[in-house]
């Protein structure tokens, strides 16, 4: 595996559910991110950790919780959603923050019902 | 705050024929302008980063260049394999060390 690596790819979901999107990357890097891109609007930040540190939470609901184990892994839990964060979850990677390259997966396409 | 203003949304070009892509931005000390490639239903795909006004890239059919207020990415004889959506991203000096700004992006399509 190279890369970064996001699972599952898509997921339907209820308002009521709990569920998990997984991202690992295999890059070396010390810092992960989450981002949600909509319809017709720029890629928005929502979550950065650094050395398995959470550094910006730009407020996101708590509806949405992320947990970075390690500097491989990064979980973003979801529950009781609305349909309106119905969008394509992106995570990415990069070695450090200064003026660094993020390197994305290719997302999880996620629906809420 | 940081903006990134792309024009035009869409672009459709035929085979062969050369165009540009306009990123405009304000930012507070730019520390990286970073263009990327997105197909349809993937992730983005890092293309260049610009550091300084005068910076130019380049890469098989696409040079990026930067000034200190725009940057453009040029399109030479373009392939339908170019089609995609192509992103542009800022980080500023204020602030946060890992936010990248993005323009919503301009949709090309090169037609055969």
């Known amino acids: 595996e190279t890369g970064v690596t996001q699972t599952p790819r898509h997921l339907v979901m209820g308002m009521t559910n709990k569920k998990s999107l997984k991202c690992e990357q295999h890059?070396?890097?010390?810092?992960m991110y989450w981002y949600k891109q909509s319809a017709k609007k720029p890629l928005e930040l929502m979550f950065v950790?650094?050395?398995?540190?959470?550094?910006e939470n730009n407020s996101v609901p708590s509806r949405f919780s992320p947990e970075c184990p390690n500097s491989s892994h990064l979980f973003l839990h979801l529950h009781t959603l609305q349909p309106e964060d119905s969008a394509l979850y992106l995570c990415?990677?990069?070695?450090?923050?200064?003026?660094?390259?993020?390197?994305f997966g290719a997302g999880t396409r996620l629906s809420v019902l | 705050e940081d903006q990134v203003t792309q024009s035009p949304e869409a672009l459709r070009l035929q085979e062969g024929e050369s165009s540009s892509l306009n990123c405009s931005y304000t930012?507070?000390?730019?520390?990286?302008l970073f263009w990327y490639r997105q197909d349809p239903g993937k992730g983005p795909e890092f293309l260049f980063t610009l550091y300084s006004a005068g910076e130019e890239k380049e890469k098989e059919r696409l040079k990026a260049t930067l000034t200190k207020k725009e940057s453009f990415l040029h399109i030479t004889a373009p392939k339908p394999e170019d089609s995609a959506t192509y992103l542009c991203a800022v980080r500023g000096g204020g602030g946060s060390n890992y936010k990248l700004t993005f323009g919503k992006g301009t949709l090309l399509t090169v037609n055969p």
């Open positions: 990415a990677s990069s070695q450090g923050g200064y003026g660094n390259i993020q390197y």
């Open positions: 890059l070396g890097h010390n810092a």
């Open positions: 930012v507070s000390g730019l520390r990286g």
């Open positions: 950790y650094s050395l398995e540190e959470r550094v």
